[in-house]
C-alpha cells in the first residue's frame, strides 16, 4: 500500500537559514507528489506538485524515484513561512491522496 | 477557494446525537472528499464522491455515511457522534491540471463531548 513519511514533527530554524523538510514515499507505480501549507487556522493551500517543476513563494521539490524522496527546500527561511506543511502522493486512482502526518515549520528570529 | 464552502463552521455535540457536515462547491467539479485532520495523523480520507450518488470509502470511513445528491452538495453524516470524532473535518475537490490537485474547504471544528 502506499505510504507518506514525514519524519520530523516540528522543525525549527532561525530567520534566513536554509530549510528543508523532508517527506519519503513508497508506491510501486508513478507517483505523483504535492506539497500543501497550512497557515494558522487556516484551509490547506496547494504550494507544489512536483510535475510542475515550479518555484513558489521560494520553495523547490525535486522528485528522486531512487529515494523515493520528494524533500521541500528553500535557501533562506522568512518568518512568514511559519506554517505545517503537509507532502501528499495521488496514486491516481480518482486523485485520491494520501497525507504525510505534516511537519510544523517555525521560523523564529 | 475554488468556491468550496463547509457548514458550520465550528459544532459542539454530545455523544449519541447526529450530525450532518455539509460541503457545497460552486464550480460544477466532479470529484469531492472528506477529511479528518489530527494531530500526529495529518489528513485521512474518510469518503469520497466521483458523481451524484456515486460514494466510495476511504481510509476511515467507519461511523459516517455521505450522500451526494446534487453535484454541488456533499454530505457527511455521523450517525451517533462518538469523542473519537471530535477533529477537524475538511471537505475538498478534484481540479486544476490534470484534475489531480485537490483544493480545500475553510474547514468545520467539531467537538463531541
Known amino acids: 500500500a502506499q505510504r507518506v513519511t514525514q519524519p520530523e514533527k516540528l522543525l525549527s530554524v532561525f530567520k534566513g537559514a536554509p530549510v528543508e523538510l523532508k517527506c519519503n514515499y513508497s508506491?510501486?507505480?508513478?507517483?505523483?507528489l504535492f506539497w500543501y501549507v497550512q497557515y494558522s487556522r487556516q484551509r490547506l493551500q496547494l504550494l507544489l506538485r512536483h510535475i510542475s517543476r515550479e518555484s513558489i513563494k521560494g520553495f523547490t521539490a525535486d522528485l528522486n524515484k531512487g529515494e523515493t524522496s520528494f524533500h521541500l527546500k528553500k535557501p533562506f527561511a522568512q518568518e512568514e513561512d511559519s506554517a505545517m506543511y503537509y507532502c501528499a502522493l495521488n496514486i491516481g486512482t480518482a486523485s485520491k491522496l494520501t497525507f504525510g502526518t505534516g511537519t510544523r515549520l517555525q521560523v523564529t528570529l | 477557494d475554488a468556491g468550496i464552502t463547509q457548514s458550520p463552521r465550528h459544532k459542539v455535540t454530545e455523544t449519541g446525537t447526529p450530525v450532518t457536515l455539509r460541503c457545497h462547491q460552486t464550480?460544477?467539479?466532479?470529484?469531492m472528499y472528506w477529511y479528518r485532520q489530527d494531530p500526529g495523523h495529518g489528513l485521512r480520507l474518510i469518503h469520497y464522491s466521483y458523481g451524484v450518488k456515486d460514494t466510495d470509502k476511504g481510509e476511515v470511513s467507519d461511523g459516517y455515511s455521505v450522500s451526494r445528491s446534487k453535484t454541488e452538495d456533499f454530505l457527511l453524516t455521523l450517525e451517533s457522534a462518538t469523542s473519537s470524532q471530535t477533529s477537524v473535518y475538511f471537505c475538498?475537490?478534484?481540479?486544476?491540471?490534470?484534475?489531480?490537485?485537490?483544493?480545500f474547504g475553510p474547514g468545520t471544528r467539531l467537538t463531541v463531548l
Open positions: 508506491y510501486s507505480g508513478s507517483p505523483e
Open positions: 475538498a475537490i478534484s481540479a486544476g491540471r490534470g484534475y489531480n490537485e485537490q483544493f
Open positions: 464550480e460544477n467539479h466532479r470529484y
